[in-house]
């Protein structure tokens, strides 16, 4: 399966450079979502996950109200191509300790994949093979 299937349905919410911290947060606590990608003037710039909230401003005690993503966020992230497919996304996601990839095509940030939706995914697929053996087997006749 591609990326692109995976992500063909998805809202992604964008934040700028100059949303604060509080904002951004705010979108992800109401949309449960764990990063965001993070543009300016319409180009991917960097990303802001749970991970960089922790590090960059709680632990640091920064204020989230006057804080912005410019400030916080991870720079120039690695993305991937929507027609990579899962095993490669995942190999770079193990790789780097990633959670999160932005997707782009041409150049433009068409979504964001994580973890979770792949792992959503995988079970979905065990549990339509388990139910596809269970039939198969309730199917044979009694030797």
Do not use: W
Not at 15 to 40: C, F, K, Q, S
Not at 107 to 121: K, P
Not at 129 to 143: F, G, K, L
């Amino acid at each position: 399966m591609l990326i692109c299937d995976l992500i063909k349905n998805q809202d992604t919410y964008q934040a700028e450079l100059g949303h604060t911290v509080l904002e951004t947060v705010r979108v992800m606590v109401d949309r449960n979502i764990g990063a965001v990608p993070v543009l300016h003037n319409g180009k991917l710039v960097g990303i802001f996950s749970e991970r960089d909230l922790m590090r960059r401003v709680v632990a640091e005690g920064r204020d989230p109200r006057n804080t912005c993503m410019a400030e916080v966020m991870t720079d120039d992230p690695l993305t991937i191509s929507m027609n990579e497919d899962l095993e490669s996304c995942m190999a770079l996601m193990r790789r780097h300790g990633f959670r999160h990839l932005p997707v782009c095509h041409d150049g433009q940030l068409v979504g964001i994949i994580s973890l979770r939706d792949i792992l959503l995914h995988d079970l979905n697929e065990k549990d339509d093979e388990v139910r596809m053996m269970r039939a198969y087997i309730h199917s044979m006749p009694d030797a």
